[in-house]
């Protein structure tokens, strides 16, 4: 399996406060990506990065940012939570363009 | 606008059957597809992938078809085992490069012994 580690695994938090989640590889991978999975929806990308400090939108990037400081760190803040926000987020890696991205075991947000 | 489609949100199975999930597609500029499996509280893993300069794909039970004039691509698992029971989901590649993958909304497959 592809070291991919997210952080944290679970999280409740309520309208309008931060929440930043962690995703950490130990792969060495260039790109990384964060997905949000809803019912109907499937993955939909949020924001990617294709290496330190270069970072991108996705189709779904309102309402988030991206920080990657460390080839090893890709961080996704929702800068003010809302309730429809409420998602499970993946983490995903890959070591060029068309090479298989690897995702992590997600992280389950509920914004009251 | 969904460019990749999976229109049956559910499939269920008897073990040693054969199962498929279908697929559409919007977008001709596609030019590889692939599929992903995800098991409850898991994340998605990687499972087959078709270019499409090819029809076919093989991987032992598993097999992917694509059919270019139709924009569309199945995946077949022969014969069936209840461990096959998760969430399917096709995808493609966005132009402009970076890997950006379009996800279909999935398709839940139940294998019943």
């Known amino acids: 399996d592809a070291g991919i580690t997210q952080s944290p695994r679970h999280k409740v938090t309520e309208t309008g406060t931060p929440v930043t989640l962690r995703c950490h590889q130990t792969?060495?991978?260039?790109?990384m990506y964060w997905y949000r999975q809803d019912p109907g929806h499937g993955l939909r990308l949020i924001h990617y990065?294709?290496?330190?400090?270069?970072?991108d939108k996705g189709e779904v990037s309102d309402g988030y940012s991206v920080s990657r400081s460390k080839t090893e760190d890709f961080l996704l803040t929702l800068e003010s939570a809302t309730s429809s926000q409420t998602s499970v987020y993946f983490c995903a890696i890959s070591g060029g363009a068309l090479e298989t991205q690897y995702f992590g075991p997600g992280t389950r947000l509920l914004v009251l | 606008d969904q460019q990749v489609k999976q229109n049956s949100p559910s499939l269920s199975v008897q073990e040693g059957r054969i199962s498929i999930l279908n697929c559409d597609y919007t977008?001709?500029?596609?030019?590889?597809f692939l599929w992903y499996k995800k098991y409850p509280a898991e994340g998605p893993t990687f499972l087959i992938s078709i270019s499409s300069i090819k029809d076919k794909n093989e991987d032992g039970r598993f097999t992917v078809f694509l059919n270019k004039s139709a924009k569309h691509l199945s995946l077949h698992i022969v014969p069936s085992q209840p461990g096959d029971s998760a969430v399917y989901f096709c995808a493609a590649p966005l132009s402009g490069g970076y890997n950006k993958l379009i996800f279909g909304a999935g398709t839940r497959l139940a294998v019943h012994p």
């Open positions: 977008n001709s500029m596609f030019d590889y």
């Open positions: 990065s294709y290496g330190v400090k270069d970072t």
């Open positions: 792969e060495n991978h260039r790109y």
